[in-house]
């Protein structure tokens, strides 16, 4: 019982009543979104990340190019114009303590965990 993975999720405002004309998302815009990500463990030293430093680091982390792939994918598709409209992306807190990797994952981490994120 304990914190392991978090994953924070976008959504752009849908195209009506929005102007996206000129407009457009690179993959993994998700990240771009957070600012900062502050994370204290109980008394210990207060750690932060910017959300392109977490998804370098999930990239980083990933076992196989079709795995970064995807990282880079469900961070947020690449669109433009009036499709940018009702985007979805997502993003993975890539933490001390835990890994996008399916292989050797750690356990879960006590619940004496704040983490504070803060959005663009």
Not at 14 to 21: D, F, K, L
Not at 26 to 39: I, N
Request: proline share 5%.
């Amino acid at each position: 019982m304990g914190v392991s993975d978090i994953v924070m999720s976008f959504t752009t405002p849908a195209s009506t009543g929005s102007n996206y004309t000129g407009l457009a998302l690179s993959q993994g815009w998700a990240y771009s979104l957070v600012s900062r990500v502050s994370v204290r463990y109980g008394s210990s030293a207060q750690y932060f990340w910017s959300g392109p430093q977490m998804f370098l680091e999930n990239l980083l982390d990933a076992e196989t190019t079709q795995k970064a792939n995807d990282i880079s994918r469900i961070g947020g598709n690449a669109v433009a114009g009036a499709s940018c409209g009702g985007a979805i992306g997502y993003a993975y807190l890539k933490l001390p303590h835990n890994s996008i990797r399916a292989s050797g994952k750690p356990l879960p981490f006590p619940s004496d965990l704040n983490i504070t994120a803060a959005a663009a």
